[in-house]
Every structure is written in structure tokens, then in C-alpha cells.
């Protein structure tokens, strides 16, 4: 969704294959909780790729990357995402300024934790590739094609794994390269944006800014359909619209005005089981009291010489109570057989 809503995080698909290998398609704002709801292991969930740099389709990576460290993922976490039409509106630009936004953050962890998972590792690939391999490891290949969205930099993916194929376009108008390299797939994501209709009366546009960012900066239900009847995958998926009881039955009716095949509306935790013979639709199981999973290798001691000391100014203002903090680190050192001491003794 362009903004979150309890009911609704932003763009965010896991696909998970028989291999064990898992992949994040966008992690917009919000998405984060949703993941770890499903109990994965953090570092499963360690290849993210963006396919453009709204916040609504990455708004969550700082999220993911750094909370990931204490959510025990002890592996990089790799980004691959397009170039933009300039070298400082790309990915790679991009995330060279998220690590120096986070520089604070990740100064308090150094020396603090075991922090392998704090390493990025961004792969850039050109926005105007067309079917072009950005992945390729364990029999799996995802290729890359343009989109048409925001500004030139936005993309779709498509995977193949095992002679099974899943396309997400993220978001895009209509395009000659989603049509093209989309056919055959089992799964075909697509964004279907409200109607020009509820644009006004839900969301309070005036009717020129419905009708351009209804169907000219995204794709109407009548255009998704279109796309989707020419396309002509096992299973069409809609979304990126405030999916409730009064708008999907609108959004539908109006996908079937152009297309009259297999059509799911997307609802966040919906889970879609797809083999060779038959896709199953589902809602996941999940846990709102969720726990870190247990870490997968054994972690090691941080280098506390890389710590970052405080300046005299704020240790002058700590007070240690040693009588309340002693007692603390003496019961973990006892049951642990350590010998840590507090920074902070007086």
C-alpha cells in the first residue's frame, strides 16, 4: 500500500521454494512485522530485492537489516536493486546514504554484539535491462525487466525455479515487457490500483489527481485485467489497494470487465502453495508474541575494542548503582561460569 495501515502493510512478497531458499520482493513500510510473525529464521531471510525506491516498496529495509542483528541473523543481508536514470537516484546511491543515516545506530552496536549481521551487500544492476539474469545460485535464476513507474529506475522480477515461474511487477503502468516475459507464469503479481471512483470518494482526490494516479502512474483494475487476459498466467494476483468489504467487490467487478481467468485479490498472511499440478490459497499461520528464533551458528564474542567509548561529559551523568546492577551481573556470571564487569561501576 502507498501508506500502511494495520490491516495492510506496504509491498512485501516472501517467495519460499522446495530448496529451502527464500527471497523478499520489496519490503515497504510495515513489512517487517509481518515477517517475523511467520517465525522464519533471520538468516533465511537474507536476499531482499527492491524494485524501486519508494518508501511504500522499501521503507522497511533499515528495519530488517539493522533489527535483524538482534533478531539473531548472523549472515550479510544482500540487496539487489536497479540503477536509476543518474547514478544518485540508483540503489547503490541509495543505500551508501541508509548506512550513513544509520551511522549512530550502528555505532552502538559495534563491540557490543556479534555484528555479522550488520554487513550489506548491494548489487546494482541496470533499470533498462531486459530479461536479464541478476541471479543465479542453488537452480535458481531471477531475471529483471523495465517498468514504468515514478522515474526511469523501477523494475519486475521474474523467478524460475524447478520449471516453476513467479513475476512480480511491483508497481508499473501497463508494459510491453511485463506482457512479453509474464506469459506462462503460474504465479503473475500485478499491482491493481483503486478506481478513479474511490480515489474520490475514499481517499479524498480531486478527480486530475485520481484519473493520473489511478491509471497513469499506476494500473487500474479494467488495465490489470487487460494485462492479465493477454498474460494469460495460472493464477493473476491484484494488489496495492486498500482491499476491504467495500472496495474489493468494486475492484473485481471491474478486473472482469477485461479479464475472465483464475484471479486472486491479495490480503496480507495470504499464502499461495504452488506445485506443477495445482496452487493452493491459504492464510498463514501466525504468531503475534513472536520470540527470536534461535540463532542458526554459534555467535561469537563481539570485539569490544571497536566499542565506541561515551565522551567524559555523559559518564559524569551515569549513575551505576552497583548495589542493584552488581548482584545482576554476579547471577549471569555464576550461571554461565564468565566474568564480565559492568562499564559502568560507580
Excluded at 52 to 73: A, E, F, Y
Excluded at 95 to 117: C, N, P, Q
Excluded at 154 to 162: C, K, P
Excluded at 333 to 341: K, L, R, V
Aim: charged content about 25%; overall charge negative.
Amino acid at each position: 500500500m502507498p501508506s500502511v495501515r494495520p490491516k495492510q502493510a506496504a509491498a512485501c512478497w516472501l517467495a519460499e521454494l522446495g530448496n529451502g531458499d527464500k527471497f523478499l520482493f520489496d519490503i515497504g513500510s510495515g513489512c517487517h512485522e509481518r515477517l517475523a510473525a511467520q517465525k522464519i529464521p533471520y538468516d533465511y531471510l537474507n536476499k531482499v530485492f527492491i524494485g524501486h525506491l519508494h518508501v511504500d516498496h522499501m521503507g522497511d529495509l533499515p528495519s530488517l537489516w539493522l533489527g535483524g542483528t538482534v533478531m539473531n541473523r548472523l549472515v550479510p543481508l544482500r540487496v539487489w536493486g536497479p540503477s536509476g536514470g543518474t547514478p544518485e537516484l540508483g540503489t547503490a546511491r541509495s543505500m551508501e546514504l541508509m548506512k550513513k543515516m544509520y551511522a549512530w545506530d550502528i555505532g552502538t552496536r559495534s563491540g557490543v554484539i556479534d555484528f555479522r549481521g550488520g554487513a550489506l551487500e548491494v548489487h546494482e544492476f541496470p533499470f533498462d535491462g531486459v530479461n536479464e539474469v541478476i541471479y543465479d545460485e542453488n537452480g535458481v535464476v531471477i531475471r529483471s525487466i523495465p517498468a514504468v513507474h515514478g522515474l526511469d529506475g523501477a523494475v519486475s522480477f521474474i523467478l524460475e525455479w524447478n520449471g516453476l515461474k513467479f513475476v512480480y511487477g511491483s508497481d508499473t503502468f501497463p508494459n510491453k515487457w511485463y506482457i512479453e516475459h509474464a506469459k506462462g507464469a503460474d504465479i503473475a503479481i500485478h499491482e491493481c490500483f483503486l478506481p478513479a471512483t474511490l480515489l474520490v470518494t475514499k481517499q479524498g482526490f480531486n478527480p486530475m489527481e485520481a484519473l493520473m494516479v489511478g491509471t497513469q502512474g499506476h494500473t487500474s483494475p479494467e488495465q490489470f485485467g487487460k494485462v492479465m487476459s493477454l498474460v494469460k498466467p495460472r493464477l493473476a494476483i491484484g494488489y496495492h489497494f486498500y482491499n476491504d468489504f467495500d472496495t474489493e467487490p468494486e475492484v473485481r467487478k471491474r478486473v472482469r470487465k477485461t479479464y475472465d481467468g483464475p484471479l486472486d485479490l491479495a490480503l496480507d498472511y495470504m499464502v499461495w502453495n504452488v506445485t506443477k499440478d495445482d496452487i493452493r490459497v491459504r492464510m498463514s499461520a501466525v504468531d503475534e508474541e513472536i520470540w527470536p528464533s534461535p540463532a542458526l551458528k554459534k555467535k561469537i564474542a563481539p570485539d569490544t575494542g571497536s566499542a565506541i567509548a561515551f565522551s567524559p561529559f555523559t559518564i559524569s551523568g551515569a549513575l551505576g548503582f552497583p548495589e542493584v546492577t552488581g548482584p545482576i551481573f554476579d547471577e549471569i556470571n555464576e550461571m554461565y561460569g564468565t566474568d564480565i564487569e559492568p562499564i559502568f561501576k560507580k
